[in-house]
């Protein structure tokens, strides 16, 4: 049977009797290379659920090969960075080390983490006495029959804050009643990690043990104001942490002259929103690599928080609307869905922007920035006063939109209608593209679509500058002729457009006065020699060609009329 403690193979290496024939799932090196990466992925992907040794500085016999202090150090930190450069996920194996008076050696346990388990880049299998590659069919094979990896459910037997295990109870209490007794002081912080199931694993640790969480106070110019560090990351989900940060910014908006900042008897920031932001580093973080890597950064006018990542996340990064799910720490995940901290399905990020927008804060921003070994992850949040004209924009769109999700969408195209349309439909998956189309078609929406341009209405346009007179500005006047004669040059119109279409598109009534407008400006633009008319209420844009020929026909006709008169 094999060995699964350090204590066991250390008692069968004394006794002489760690041989690879005599022990199960042992693989013994003299010294070590890179290329015995490939036995650990081969051990790894073992699916009986059965751990696995690697002992280094033991020849084939089960004799210590009597290397010295020096050798343990160097190799220590050359295995450490090939596992963490080569081993995917790194959790699947653990390194020991331990010096005798024969000599040093290095453990490494090896588990099946859930997932199947690659040495630079490729899957091994025990085959006989070797490791071989895994084809392409056997992989899948493994992947459909393993559960998926999960770093959180992990062991770890390193002590918790006890005060952090009650006070997470008595939110799972709330959240849930009748998952504890009324009375909490019966229970132990043990007790209750062991009804959460979550006893001695690395979700433990996370929450409420040796899990670092860096918070960085600083002013205005980016100088450092002051640092602390939180062990135990729900410490950063409380209820006062969150009122920490909410005062900490009032205190500095009541500081600063002329500032923008909520004021000190505002909410700077949606609490939910907040709460998301922050539980969704907790949640997602790479805790294997750099403990999770978590930083708070506040600062008078935003809050950023990051997280290290996967650098698979990209793809996520930038999709604020989307419903994938992609979480690695899925135990950890489901302890804070018990204490209803954080969401699984997916829809955080969406819930953070409709949050922020809905309270007429500006949009939140995600940043994703890769390296050699990872990836970062970073989530910013603004508190400037509210934006009043943003408001009642949406205020109008929940009106118009009885689908909530074209509401938001709605609102979402006239924050990013300065983009290209192709950047839109990047930030958003499959379902909310449609929604979006629908949105765009309607004749309720915000903005119209040519091309990769987003052009908003003219009552959008209104709406966000409070502009009080009816008369079209000069600005105005050149995006609307802009967004006109691309739409005459579309879909074969041949810089044909009808009045109708030109004010569907800017987005005017059917009034007496936006319709005497609407034909002052086709008339500007003819006098100009931009259009001409090709019968009431009918107009053609002219090609730079057409343009040119109008201006030397113009010319001949003078010269021609000088003709005859002399």
């Not at 419903?323 to 953070?352: C, F, P, W, Y």
């Not at 457009?497 to 500007?524: C, D, P």
Request: neutral net charge; hydrophobic residues 35%.
């Amino acid at each position: 049977m094999p060995t699964s403690s350090i204590e066991e193979i250390e008692q069968l290496l004394r006794a002489g009797r760690l041989t690879e024939l005599t022990a199960d799932r042992v693989e013994l090196k003299s010294s070590w290379r890179q290329d015995y990466g490939k036995d650990i992925s081969a051990l790894a992907n073992c699916t009986d659920n059965e751990p696995g040794w690697l002992v280094v500085g033991v020849d084939d016999s089960g004799t210590i090969s009597g290397k010295d202090y020096g050798w343990l150090q160097k190799t220590e930190h050359e295995i450490a960075n090939h596992i963490n450069q080569m081993l995917a996920p790194v959790w699947a194996a653990t390194v020991f080390t331990r010096q005798y008076d024969n000599g040093c050696c290095i453990f490494i346990f090896i588990k099946n983490p859930g997932e199947v388990t690659d040495w630079n880049g490729k899957a091994y299998k025990l085959s006989g006495t070797s490791s071989q590659p895994m084809s392409p069919e056997e992989r899948i094979s493994l992947t459909l029959k393993l559960p998926g990896e999960d770093f959180s459910k992990t062991p770890d037997l390193s002590p918790t804050n006890s005060s952090l295990v009650m006070e997470f109870a008595e939110k799972v209490k709330e959240a849930h009643p009748g998952e504890f007794p009324e009375d909490l002081s019966a229970l132990s912080s043990t007790d209750v990690l062991r009804r959460l199931k979550i006893f001695q694993t690395a979700t433990a640790a996370i929450l409420f043990g040796r899990y670092p969480v860096r918070i960085a106070y600083l002013d205005k110019d980016d100088e450092i104001l002051s640092q602390e560090t939180k062990r135990g990351a729900y410490s950063v989900l409380s209820d006062a942490f969150i009122e920490t940060i909410q005062n900490w910014t009032r205190t500095q908006a009541t500081s600063l002259r002329g500032n923008t900042t909520a004021t000190s008897t505002e909410i700077p920031y949606p609490l939910k929103a907040l709460r998301e932001v922050l539980a969704n580093a907790v949640a997602h973080a790479m805790y294997h690599r750099s403990e999770g890597d978590i930083l708070i950064e506040l600062r008078p006018k935003r809050i950023s928080v990051s997280n290290s990542c996967g650098k698979e996340a990209r793809a996520f990064s930038k999709k604020w609307f989307a419903r994938e799910t992609h979480a690695n720490n899925k135990l950890l995940m489901q302890s804070l869905r018990s204490a209803q901290i954080a969401d699984e399905l997916g829809s955080g990020k969406s819930r953070v922007f409709r949050l922020m927008v809905e309270s007429g804060k500006r949009e939140p921003i995600i940043e994703f920035s890769e390296f050699e070994f990872g990836a970062k992850w970073s989530i910013t949040l603004y508190n400037e006063l509210e934006n009043l004209p943003l408001l009642e924009l949406v205020s109008r769109f929940r009106e118009t939109f009885t689908d909530s999700e074209k509401a938001r969408i709605a609102t979402a195209l006239v924050l990013w209608r300065n983009r290209s349309w192709s950047e839109v439909v990047s930030r958003l998956d499959e379902h909310f593209q449609r929604v979006a189309v629908e949105v765009i078609q309607s004749a309720e929406s915000p903005v119209f679509v040519i091309g990769e341009e987003i052009f908003p209405r003219r009552w959008v346009n209104v709406a966000l500058t409070g502009q009080m007179s009816r008369r079209f500005t000069q600005i105005e006047e050149k995006q609307i002729k802009t967004a006109l004669q691309r739409a005459a040059f579309e879909n074969n119109r041949q810089g044909y457009i009808t009045s109708e279409l030109a004010r569907q598109l800017i987005g005017l009534s059917n009034t007496q006065s936006e319709t005497v407008q609407l034909s002052n400006l086709f008339k500007k633009w003819k006098d100009a020699g931009e259009i001409q008319m090709v019968k009431r209420g009918q107009w053609k844009f002219l090609s730079e060609s057409e343009k040119q020929t109008k201006v030397i026909m113009t010319i001949l006709d003078r010269f021609t009329k000088q003709i005859i008169e002399q």
